[in-house]
């Protein structure tokens, strides 16, 4: 993901608007069209309804009993007919939100984070905090996520068998990877560092002077320290991103093979790192991490480093994935995993049940816990887990970073050809994300393991 020194909040009427409202702005002429890729891509919003209805009604007043009870912070309400009301006592949270249409109550009531989120993109309501907002909506669902945890408790034995008669599919998961990954390179650069092209936690020192590069370099710094390669040494990577830890670890003199099934990354890792020099090091291949045993062979490599790519292996994969992990390792080897991570009593829930991010950013995402990244080493590797480090405000800081980077280049980002609700989506996925580490309602690990040294 799973967001600058400049705030993120933008007042009514300032900042991009979604197309066909007032004040939106079009690709501009010339820009490419990007309306048949294959990536997600919302190129038309939904008109905002004028006429509040009888479930936008009744959405209303379900919704105003439980906001008169909003703690930690304050909620501005200023509806479409002018109404302002005031819920909760300001705190560090002082959020105003205008609303354009009362469709919102039933968007929200109906379709929860999925109906927030999709709303916003079509422009039916806006914000000075987007971060702020979602971080009081968080503050204020613990007794809704209790009910929710203790009836998946009971259900998800049951359900879980008939669940899992759903079978692998790497097509599948290819089509998934692509609706993320592959919406274009052009569009990444817009907001990732130049130097590394991380789309994952960078790590700040203490100090909070470090600017993102030095943050996602010392972040692939620590992983490959962890690792504890020497110049020679064989490292597999399952998920390559852009190529950023390869050519890392490539500097060191490590040989590298890096796995990726996004066409689009795939390409500009290997640009890259032709371009540093390093393609003697590091073999880049598009191809899925379940074949790469049959590719290079069981016990090959020194080491294994796997940056936020579990969370695109479907819950039911996880044996695959934790087992082909440990049997690409020698004896002795080491597995560091970068992962984020759901708490373990929401996970149960948090693996079926759908939301903003799985309906419109990520489809086929699953967050792990970090009893169960313990528990499917356990069961399906000899490795042992030597450490676990947590870094959730890093991973804040690095999406507030990343979404000042691009609403400070919407101009570039339309005359690539991106339009202003695509632009909308990501402004409030990474708010969304950058809220969600900051109340650490999710976090983001660094797991160390290591294979015994007498296998076999």
Not at 36 to 56: C, E, H, K, S
Not at 286 to 312: C, N, P, Q
Not at 383 to 395: G, I, M
């Amino acid at each position: 993901m799973t967001t600058s020194a400049e705030p993120t909040h933008r007042p009514e009427g300032v900042g991009s608007a979604p197309t066909g409202s007032p004040g939106a702005r079009p690709a501009l002429e010339g820009a490419p069209d990007r309306s048949a890729a294959g990536a997600i891509r919302p190129t038309t919003v939904r008109p905002a309804p004028r006429r509040a209805t009888a479930i936008d009604r009744a959405s209303r007043a379900v919704l105003t009993p439980l906001l008169t009870r909003i703690r930690g912070g304050r909620l501005t309400l200023i509806e479409a007919d002018g109404r302002v009301t005031a819920f909760g006592e300001p705190t560090d949270l002082d959020v105003t939100v205008r609303l354009r249409t009362p469709a919102v109550w039933r968007e929200v009531t109906t379709r929860a984070s999925t109906g927030l989120g999709a709303s916003f993109i079509d422009g039916w309501w806006d914000t000075d905090d987007l971060t702020g907002l979602v971080r009081l909506a968080i503050r204020n669902l613990d007794v809704l996520d209790r009910i929710r945890t203790r009836w998946d408790a009971v259900t998800a034995p049951v359900a879980d068998r008939a669940r899992r008669l759903r079978p692998e599919s790497k097509e599948r998961d290819r089509r998934d990877i692509a609706a993320h990954y592959d919406l274009g390179n052009d569009f990444f650069e817009l907001f990732l560092d130049a130097e590394t092209m991380a789309y994952s936690c960078g790590l700040y020192s203490e100090t909070g002077t470090d600017d993102l590069a030095e943050a996602q370099r010392a972040k692939l710094d620590r992983l490959l320290d962890l690792l504890d390669l020497a110049p020679g040494e064989r490292l597999v990577e399952i998920g390559t991103g852009w190529g950023g830890l390869a050519e890392r670890a490539a500097e060191r003199g490590i040989r590298v093979t890096t796995c990726t099934i996004s066409t689009e990354q795939h390409a500009l890792a290997r640009q890259r790192i032709a371009a540093a020099g390093l393609a003697h090091l590091v073999d880049v291949t598009l191809l899925d991490y379940r074949d790469l045993l049959a590719r290079e062979g069981e016990g090959t490599f020194d080491a294994l480093v796997s940056v936020e790519m579990i969370e695109a292996v479907d819950w039911r994969d996880h044996g695959a994935y934790f087992s082909t992990c440990g049997r690409l390792l020698k004896p002795g080897g080491r597995l560091a995993l970068q992962a984020i991570t759901v708490p373990d009593s929401r996970y149960e829930r948090a693996k079926t049940s759908s939301d903003f991010v799985k309906e419109h950013v990520f489809p086929g995402s699953c967050l792990p816990s970090v009893e169960v990244i313990e528990r499917g080493l356990a069961a399906h590797t000899d490795l042992r887990v030597e450490r676990v480090d947590a870094f959730p405000q890093d991973y804040a800081r690095t999406l507030h970073e990343w979404n000042a980077r691009l609403l400070a280049r919407h101009d570039d980002a339309r005359a690539r050809g991106y339009d202003d609700a695509l632009l909308r989506l990501w402004e409030f996925y990474l708010c969304y994300c950058e809220a969600a580490y900051a109340e650490e309602y999710v976090s983001l690990v660094q797991v160390l393991a290591t294979a015994p040294e007498g296998r076999g």
